[in-house]
């Protein structure tokens, strides 16, 4: 079974009123509060399809970064002082879209194409998400069983979560 039908249901809800957001410091709030947890980066329970579902579903006819989208930088930029795991939410749309990040000194906004590389962000790998806490986690496990299952993926991805931490698997699991 995929994971689709539940994440319309349970995890959409949270991610439009995100996007709905009065500003960009709630909107980051609610990031920290919940987030999707994955094993790996491709397959029906990949964060790389995952983040395409929801993209998808938030803003059927976008092909890009849109208004309130949650975007991990990939790419480490000392010159502006933003990391390889830093998460933001894209505040705006076309060229006016800015992107708010928390930092040391408080709230701070790029201009999107001044971004380093990034991705979305509603799904995230375990890896990805090393060093990040969430009130709420969702963890989507793969539909069979992969070698990254273990103790060590285990023992990285629970600390993820401060409150509460669910699992979703396929029955064949």
């Known amino acids: 079974r995929e994971p689709w039908p539940w ?9 439009r009123a995100l996007m709905q957001s009065a500003d960009p410091q709630p909107a980051l709030q609610m990031a920290r509060e919940f987030r999707l947890l994955t094993a790996l980066r491709h397959g029906p329970c990949g964060n790389e399809t995952l983040n395409a579902q929801i993209a998808s579903a938030l803003r059927p006819r976008s092909d890009g970064t849109f ?32 992107v708010f990040f928390q930092t040391d ?3 701070r906004a790029w201009p999107l194409a001044q971004v380093p590389a990034h991705e979305p962000a509603w799904a995230l790998t375990v ?14 496990l793969p539909d069979s069983v992969a070698l990254v299952l273990g103790r060590d993926l285990l023992s990285h991805g629970i600390p993820r979560c401060r409150v509460r931490l669910a699992f979703w698997a396929s ?3």
């Open 67 to 98: 208004h309130g989208q949650l975007v991990m930088v990939t790419q480490n930029s000392y010159a502006q002082g933003l990391f390889n795991g830093d998460t933001g939410v894209v505040w705006g749309e076309g060229a006016a879209a800015q």
């Open 127 to 140: 890896h990805k998400a090393q060093g990040s806490e969430f009130e709420r986690v969702v963890w989507l």
């Open 7 to 15: 994440l319309q249901a349970h995890a959409l809800p949270q991610f």
């Open 105 to 107: 000194e408080g709230l």
């Open 171 to 173: 029955a064949r699991l």
